[in-house]
């Protein structure tokens, strides 16, 4: 496809579960960047990708939240042992390279509830 | 450390008058900074980008924003108000001068009302 998509659209899951979100990038996008945006917040940084390495975990909040790239190209987030503080809409972006100036581009985003 | 503030939570103006959106940033060095849209149950959409070329830039569907060094503002204006640009606009810059991480504001909702 021509833009960032993300599945599922929607996630519902029960408190205690383990969930996974997916991100598919722009074709040939090297890196790859996830966000999680709290109800009537700005997003915030989780983790970006360079390849198929993290370059930059520090956003991950504990070791409930993994993520990875193993091709360099779809990414996956997996949250473990979910909490209901971790509902919120999931945000990935991709761009060319990394570095000022190189537009990121969004996905819709995954909305997570934990009920 | 890059920061922005965005200073009005909610915006209301009426279709055809004028839009402003107010964004101040704290930088230790002249950063780069963006606008971002985001329109209900869509992606983020980049409307405009400063990078340290002319300090007045344009963007897309009518929107410009003046980078003010001395003010550490970075505001978004039009100069005529559609219904359609009703969404929510974020303030960013990226962290550090390699790229990477986005730092956003907490955002301004604008509406428009006919």
């Known amino acids: 496809g021509a833009g960032v998509s993300q599945t599922p659209s929607n996630k519902v899951t029960e408190k205690g579960k383990y969930v996974e979100l997916r991100c598919d990038p722009i074709?040939?996008?090297?890196?790859l960047y996830w966000y999680r945006q709290s109800l009537g917040q700005g997003p915030e940084f989780l983790i970006y990708?360079?390849?198929?390495?993290?370059?930059?975990d520090s956003g991950l909040p504990n070791d409930r939240f993994f993520a990875v790239r193993p091709e360099g190209s779809v990414s996956t987030l997996k949250i473990q042992r979910t909490e209901r503080g971790d509902s919120a809409v999931y945000l990935c972006?991709?761009?060319?390279?990394?570095?000022?100036?190189?537009?990121?581009?969004f996905g819709a985003g995954t909305r997570l509830s934990v009920l | 450390a890059q920061s922005v503030t965005q200073l009005d939570s909610h915006v209301s103006v009426s279709e055809g008058t004028p839009v402003l959106l107010r964004c101040n940033y704290s930088?230790?060095?002249?950063?780069?900074l963006f606008w971002y849209v985001q329109h209900p149950n869509k992606g983020l959409q980049l409307l405009l980008k400063?990078?340290?070329?002319?300090?007045l830039v344009k963007g897309i569907n009518g929107f410009e924003a003046e980078f003010k060094k001395s003010e550490t503002s970075f505001h978004l204006t039009k100069p005529s108000a559609h219904m359609s640009d009703a969404a929510e606009y974020f303030c960013v810059v990226p962290r550090g001068n390699q790229g990477g991480k986005l730092i956003f504001g907490q955002g301004t909702e604008l509406s428009v009302k006919p």
């Open positions: 972006a991709s761009s060319q390279v990394p570095g000022l100036g190189n537009i990121q581009y």
């Open positions: 930088s230790s060095y002249s950063p780069s």
């Open positions: 074709s040939g996008h090297t890196a």
């Open positions: 400063y990078t340290s070329a002319a300090t």
């Open positions: 990708f360079q390849g198929t390495g993290a370059a930059d």
